[in-house]
């Protein structure tokens, strides 16, 4: 006879070891720390096993309790599908989504208006910063990015692969020398630079050639940015020199409002991931999120 109290009892136990702790079971399921300890010692009592080892300071599965985990696993998947919306229209639900001022204000942002036309039950918050969330303390379900991210038990996905330009506006230019070489840059120009919000300095600008050839220079920068709508506002204004992700400044290039600097040097490309709590089951919302996202990036990437 089917018993839904051991299948949530079950659920609620694999998302404890798979992010190792009640609270952040917690987290992912919606539940209280005290609801996820009584579920899982619910479970041990009616399995008659003990499937953790409880100290002060850890939660470790027991041997039974990775024989388990192996075990329910495929099934719960298994369940996930036979349960997923058969159409687009039926995908429902709210997804915190996290994302970084390059790929969520240029390009993330802008298509939402298709994400939900395609699934008009979904909801989306989209909070845009470049500090590297921890998704499942911060209370996100999902995170597009570029860089890898440090965090343990995400799973990642890359979506887009971009190239790092170097120019400046011709109002900038007028009456310069154009730099021949990354060194050049130290001598004569100004820089505006991007904070990295996890080390607190300025970037280093790395260059690289199309045969290989590597180049790191740090430039000594009056005014450091730290986000990249604002960086590119400076540019067009005529502040100094940038780099910035080719989608970014593809339409000013186009219309001359910026000139690439430096082309046969900016062979340096940065990747950007979809990443997500590592878990049995993706929600439907989320396959739904993910898959657009990557459709997207193909669109972006053959335009």
Not at 110 to 117: D, G, M
Request: hydrophobic share 45%; net charge positive.
């Amino acid at each position: 006879m089917f018993d839904g109290r051991m299948i949530g009892g079950i659920t609620v136990f694999v998302a404890v070891a798979q992010t190792g702790s009640y609270a952040g079971a917690a987290e992912r399921m919606g539940l209280t720390r005290s609801g996820v300890g009584k579920a899982v010692a619910r479970l041990e009592h009616r399995m008659g096993r003990r499937l953790f080892d409880r100290t002060s300071r850890a939660l470790k599965l027991t041997d039974e309790g990775r024989a388990f985990v192996d075990e329910v696993v495929p099934l719960l998947e298994r369940l996930h599908v036979a349960a997923a919306p058969s159409r687009p229209d039926e995908i429902r639900g709210r997804l915190r989504v996290s994302s970084d001022s390059a790929f969520g204000a240029f390009l993330l942002a802008p298509s939402l208006p298709q994400l939900v036309a395609r699934h008009p039950r979904l909801k989306v918050d989209l909070v845009i910063r470049d500090r590297v969330d921890n998704l499942l303390a911060d209370g996100f379900d999902v995170a597009v990015r570029f860089g890898e991210p440090e965090h343990p038990g995400l799973v990642k996905q890359p979506v887009l692969e971009s190239r790092l330009i170097t120019c400046a506006s011709r109002i900038y230019l007028s009456g310069r020398d154009a730099p021949t070489s990354p060194q050049a840059l130290l001598g004569g120009h100004v820089c505006v630079n991007m904070i990295d919000d996890a080390s607190r300095r300025p970037h280093g600008w790395d260059f690289l050639r199309a045969d290989g050839a590597e180049h790191t220079i740090a430039p000594d920068c009056n005014v450091t940015i730290n986000d990249a709508s604002s960086l590119l506002s400076a540019a067009r204004a005529g502040f100094g020199v940038v780099r910035l992700l080719d989608f970014m400044v593809e339409a000013e290039l186009r219309s001359g409002t910026l000139v690439e600097i430096l082309p046969e040097w900016n062979e340096r490309r940065r990747r950007a991931y979809v990443y997500a709590p590592a878990q049995s089951h993706a929600s439907p919302s989320l396959i739904a999120f993910t898959e657009f996202v990557r459709s997207m990036a193909r669109d972006k990437t053959n335009a």
